[in-house]
């Protein structure tokens, strides 16, 4: 099974700043398997990034993703009001799907 | 417009059984596999099982194997998650979801709206 990390565990930001969050895995994702969803409370996540770096159709150009083999890194350029959120990596390389345990991106 | 629509949920005691259904539209679901997921209360995403377009592969995280069974019915395009042996710690919302690609392992482009699991005496 591939054991997904994500640091930090929160991070604090004001609106238009630049995020980073990182998700590391315990053993290479094979072909850059590796995907990252938003969930704001109380919603089900949506899908954000797939294949390390391909935006899916309607997310804005301010998410970005890069990485591969162990490390991943989603960018949020400039936050919004409405990217404070949780932020989870998955990997799906193989059987069992894990997902990472999320960042919390926060008001400061 | 995919949508996934569940239903089946609630208070459940430990040991208890339980029965969810996720019904698919805005795609071809016999066509693609589909998986649950589930979040305990403030925590973190768990995939839990998934199924191949014509059910023939099921898989299961090793925290539910032998208790939970995942079924399809491709000609009703319904989903289901039959819980047996419920313990606490499967207390949680579960969400159906389906990956824009209809394949296994794939990211999840679409989720249910989710349904809670509460498994407490």
């Known amino acids: 099974e591939i054991v997904l990390t994500q640091f930090p565990g929160t991070l604090s930001l004001s609106p238009g700043e630049r995020a980073t969050l990182s998700c590391r895995a315990s053993?290479?994702?094979?072909?850059?398997?590796l995907a990252w969803y938003r969930q704001k409370p109380g919603q089900a996540p949506r899908l954000l990034i797939y294949?390390?770096?391909s935006r899916v159709s309607g997310i804005p150009d301010r998410f970005s993703g890069s990485g591969s083999g162990t490390d991943f890194t989603l960018t949020i350029s400039r936050l919004e009001p409405e990217d404070f959120a949780v932020y989870y990596c998955?990997?799906?390389?193989?059987?069992?799907?894990?997902f990472g345990p999320g960042t919390k991106v926060d008001i400061k | 417009e995919v949508q996934l629509l569940q239903s089946g949920g609630g208070l459940v005691q430990p040991g208890g059984s339980l029965r969810l259904s996720c019904a698919a539209s805005g795609f071809t679901f016999s066509r693609s596999a589909v998986s649950w997921v589930r979040q305990a209360p403030g925590k973190g995403l768990e995939w839990v099982s998934g199924?191949?377009?014509?059910?023939?592969?099921?898989y299961y995280a090793d925290s539910v194997k032998g208790r939970f069974t995942i079924s399809r019915d491709n000609s009703k395009n319904t989903l289901d998650l039959q819980m047996n042996n419920l313990r606490a710690e499967d207390t949680a919302v579960y969400y159906c979801a389906h990956p824009g690609s209809g394949h296994y392992p794939a990211p999840f482009d679409h989720w249910g709206q989710g349904t809670l699991v509460t498994v407490s005496s």
């Open positions: 294949g390390a770096s």
């Open positions: 053993q290479s994702v094979s072909s850059n398997s």
């Open positions: 199924i191949s377009d014509t059910g023939a592969s099921t």
């Open positions: 998955q990997q799906y390389a193989g059987s069992p799907l894990t």
